[in-house]
Nanobody, 121 residues
């Protein structure tokens, strides 16, 4: 399936914005679902947003809905635009790929290495 490489993380004040990027080294097929997850220190990995590559249809967790936007770009890049960031958004953010329209990490078989996002008060 190839590698997924995230970038764009960093340190930002509450209320600020960041844009994360995920670039696939191989093709992303129409059957693929691309998603972002996050994992805060000491917590389980949680779903953030996903996108169906063929149609661009998206779905968000309640905690980020209205603040984050997942999108895609040619040829094989997925973005996560994060606005109105809160300290509780602090986590390592992961890009992942699946063929299932799912919010469960176990359904995703291809993962990036993660990028740290830290939101300060």
């Amino acid at each position: 399936q190839g590698q997924l490489v995230e970038s764009g993380g960093g340190l930002v004040q509450a209320g600020g914005s960041l844009r994360l990027s995920c670039t696939a080294s191989g093709r992303i097929f129409s059957s693929h679902i691309m998603a972002w997850f996050r994992q805060a220190s000491g917590k389980e990995r949680e779903f953030v947003a996903r996108l169906r590559w063929s149609t661009g249809v998206t779905y968000y967790s309640d905690s980020v809905k209205g603040r984050f936007t997942i999108s895609k770009d040619s040829p094989y890049t997925v973005y996560l635009q994060m606005n109105s960031l809160k300290p509780e958004d602090t986590a390592v953010y992961y890009c992942a790929r699946s063929t299932d329209w799912s919010s469960q990490p176990s359904d995703y078989t291809n993962w990036g290495q993660g990028t740290q996002v830290t939101v300060t008060v």
